[in-house]
């Protein structure tokens, strides 16, 4: 069992900055790779971004790119979301989640949530 901790939300004003981290409990970590989702409220969750185990492959969801970036420290079971240009349509609930596979859309394991509101 792998739990996935995130942290850095916060409230922040249109245009800033935050930093998610999601911290993993354990060493294998770096055989799964890792994504963030997000569900603003009333609506349905969604894709932002995913990372390869060795941070070779990145993707992102349209409405983020150029804006946010995706990373990983395997030596430190971290991943990092860095959210700049915020707008406040990126108010949401974010999620990290880990997969075994880049195949699969089945995540096993989800961390709890962290809080990010921007404000107009």
């Known amino acids: 069992q792998v739990q996935l901790v995130e942290s850095g939300g916060g409230l922040v004003q249109a245009g800033g900055s935050l930093r998610l981290s999601c911290a993993a409990s354990?060493?294998?970590?770096?055989?799964?790779?890792m994504s963030w989702f997000r569900q603003a409220a009333g609506k349905e969750r969604e894709f932002v971004a995913a990372i390869s185990r060795s941070g070779g492959w990145i993707d992102y969801a349209d409405s983020v790119k150029g804006r946010f970036t995706i990373s990983r420290d395997n030596a430190k079971n971290t991943v990092y979301l860095q959210m700049n240009s915020l707008k406040p349509e990126d108010t949401a609930v974010y999620y990290c989640?880990?997969?075994?596979?880049?195949?699969?859309?089945?995540?096993?394991?989800w961390g709890q949530g962290t809080q990010v509101t921007v404000s107009s």
């Open positions: 354990k060493e294998t970590f770096s055989s799964y790779h």
């Open positions: 989640a880990a997969r075994g596979t880049l195949a699969s859309t089945r995540y096993k394991y």
